[in-house]
Each structure stands twice: as C-alpha cells, then as structure tokens.
Nanobody
Framework: QVQLVESGGGSVQAGGSLRLTCAAS????????MSWFRKAPGKARERITT???????SYADSVRGRFAISRDNAKNTLYLQMSSLTPEDTAMYYC??????????????????WGQGTQVTVSS
C-alpha cells in the first residue's frame, strides 16, 4: 500500500520559515518523480516544485529563491524548506509521486500518489 504523509505545516508570521516533510511508504521514493503542490481557497492548484530521480529540480516563479525541495532516499522522505514566507503562500500543501524517470517528471501533472495535505498559514 503506497502512502504519502505530509507534516510540518502550521502558522507563521510573514518572513518566517517552515519545513514540510512528506514521508513515503510502500515503495522506494528514490525511483519516483516527486512534486509539491499547493491549493489556496479560490485559486487553482499550483505545482510549485519538482525533484526527479536524478536529483534535478525545478521551481515555479512564485517560489524560486525562497523554497527548496530535497529528498532523503535512505529515509524515503521528501522535504520542502520554505523561507521568506508571505501571506500569499497560505495554502494547503500536498506532495505527489509518480514513477516517471524521464521528462514526464516535469511535463505531466497526473501524479499517481498524493498525500492528504498539510496547511500552511502565513500572517502579515
């Protein structure tokens, strides 16, 4: 049974930092393409960052330079380090995984596995 469980969300003031964690089980996460998405009320779901099976990464313009994605393959865990947070970063954050080892990792959005989400609230 594949499972993704996010944690680390919470409330923080603008300018603060949070680190989100996505614990994977039921498969070897190092062989999977993984991304973080977020969904704010009244807004479309946004794909904010991706890490491929080779360790390559990409970021949405909205978070580039402030957020960092990483993975610990030994722990089967994905991280999202968020810094310089603004109220516009308030959203439910989700991790997602799929068995893509090629360019599909950056082009496709129909991920196979999703976590339940963790809420991030940034106050001004």
């Amino acid at each position: 049974q594949v499972q993704l469980v996010e944690s680390g969300g919470g409330s923080v003031q603008a300018g603060g930092s949070l680190r989100l964690t996505c614990a994977a089980s039921g498969y070897t996460s190092s062989s999977f393409c993984m991304s973080w998405f977020r969904k704010a009320p009244g807004k479309a779901r946004e794909r904010i960052t991706t890490i491929d099976t080779y360790g390559g990464t990409s970021y949405a313009d909205s978070v580039r330079g402030r957020f960092a994605i990483s993975r610990d393959n030994a722990k089967n865990t994905l991280y999202l380090q968020m810094s310089s947070l603004t109220p516009e970063d308030t959203a439910m954050y989700y991790c997602a995984a799929a068995g893509w080892s090629d360019y599909s990792c950056y082009r496709r959005t129909d991920f196979t596995y999703w976590g339940q989400g963790t809420q991030v609230t940034v106050s001004s």
